[in-house]
């Protein structure tokens, strides 16, 4: 049995990193999948096209996050698309590293804009789909390892990402009531574009391994099968809770 067969899931930045490899795995686990994305566009159509050659239906819809129209039309689309909406995965997030003392009130703005107000919208427009719909449902965000820790060049980010985890806290008490479960995962070093161009100095990419119990840096694949799991029935009795999925990393303190 696959763990979502029959589920229709909805994934905000669907076309790279993180957000592909959980769409795909879902497909892979029984799911029709649709991927919100924004400017990638030749990403996401060859995403929607894996997953329809493992024979699920797929769309793919564009807009930013932080415009709280995109939302509403993300849940209908996939209403529209698929009959229902069962699983959110608020995936989409952005990392522009910037010092603290001269950070840029735009870079802050945009920051905020996109991971916090982003995930609220587009949680809260999938959660006002399910409950219109009555039989429950699974949201997954995307927090990160950041909502634990600090960053130097991260003193925008890692707030919206602590930001991310308490929301999923909170509307797990919020929509309990309409059996909906809430949780986040939190990537450790993932290889994606938003480290990119931090991670090109090989000297600080052999750092940042070296610090992983596991012995290397995650890949996007890593987090899709704990997001695959905490969506599925198998953690029907999950709520509240935040996965950690960085290889060990936080723990190696010593």
């Given at each position: 049995?696959?763990?979502?067969?029959?589920?229709?899931?909805?994934?905000?930045?669907?076309?790279?990193?993180?957000?592909?490899?959980?769409?795909?795995?879902?497909?892979?686990?029984?799911a029709?999948?649709?991927?919100?994305?924004?400017?990638?566009?030749?990403?996401?159509?060859?995403?929607?096209?894996?997953?329809?050659?493992?024979?699920?239906?797929?769309?793919?819809?564009?807009?930013?996050?932080?415009?709280?129209a995109?939302?509403?039309a993300?849940?209908a689309?996939?209403?529209?698309?698929?009959?229902k909406?069962?699983?959110f995965?608020?995936?989409?997030?952005?990392?522009?590293?910037?010092?603290?003392?001269?950070?840029?009130?735009?870079?802050?703005e945009?920051?905020?804009q996109?991971?916090?107000?982003?995930?609220?919208?587009?949680?809260q427009?999938?959660?006002?789909?399910?409950?219109?719909?009555?039989?429950g449902?699974?949201?997954v965000?995307?927090?990160?390892?950041?909502?634990?820790?600090?960053g130097?060049f991260?003193?925008?980010?890692?707030?919206?990402?602590?930001?991310?985890?308490?929301?999923?806290?909170?509307?797990a008490?919020?929509?309990?009531?309409h059996?909906?479960?809430?949780?986040?995962v939190?990537?450790?070093?993932?290889?994606?574009?938003?480290?990119?161009?931090?991670?090109?100095?090989?000297?600080?990419?052999?750092?940042?391994e070296?610090?992983?119990?596991?012995?290397r840096?995650?890949?996007?694949?890593?987090?899709?099968?704990?997001?695959?799991?905490?969506?599925?029935?198998m953690?029907?009795?999950?709520?509240?809770?935040?996965?950690?999925?960085?290889?060990?990393?936080f723990?190696?303190?010593?």
């Amino acid at each position: 049995m696959k763990l979502l067969e029959g589920k229709a899931v909805l994934i905000t930045g669907g076309s790279t990193g993180i957000g592909r490899a959980t769409a795909i795995e879902a497909a892979r686990q029984g799911a029709d999948v649709g991927i919100n994305f924004l400017g990638s566009r030749a990403e996401a159509q060859t995403c929607v096209a894996e997953i329809e050659a493992l024979g699920r239906r797929a769309f793919h819809l564009e807009g930013d996050v932080a415009d709280v129209a995109t939302a509403a039309a993300f849940a209908a689309r996939g209403a529209e698309a698929f009959g229902k909406v069962d699983v959110f995965v608020s995936n989409a997030g952005i990392c522009p590293f910037h010092a603290f003392l001269d950070m840029p009130v735009e870079t802050l703005e945009r920051t905020l804009q996109v991971n916090l107000h982003g995930a609220y919208f587009m949680v809260q427009a999938a959660a006002r789909q399910m409950v219109a719909q009555g039989h429950g449902g699974a949201i997954v965000a995307v927090s990160s390892i950041s909502a634990l820790v600090g960053g130097e060049f991260q003193t925008h980010y890692t707030p919206t990402k602590a930001g991310v985890h308490s929301l999923m806290q909170s509307t797990a008490i919020a929509l309990g009531r309409h059996g909906i479960r809430c949780n986040s995962v939190l990537p450790g070093t993932i290889l994606t574009e938003i480290n990119r161009d931090d991670l090109a100095d090989a000297a600080k990419r052999e750092r940042m391994e070296a610090r992983v119990p596991l012995g290397r840096l995650g890949q996007p694949e890593d987090l899709a099968g704990p997001i695959v799991f905490l969506a599925s029935d198998m953690a029907r009795y999950v709520t509240g809770a935040a996965l950690l999925v960085d290889g060990g990393a936080f723990v190696n303190l010593q």
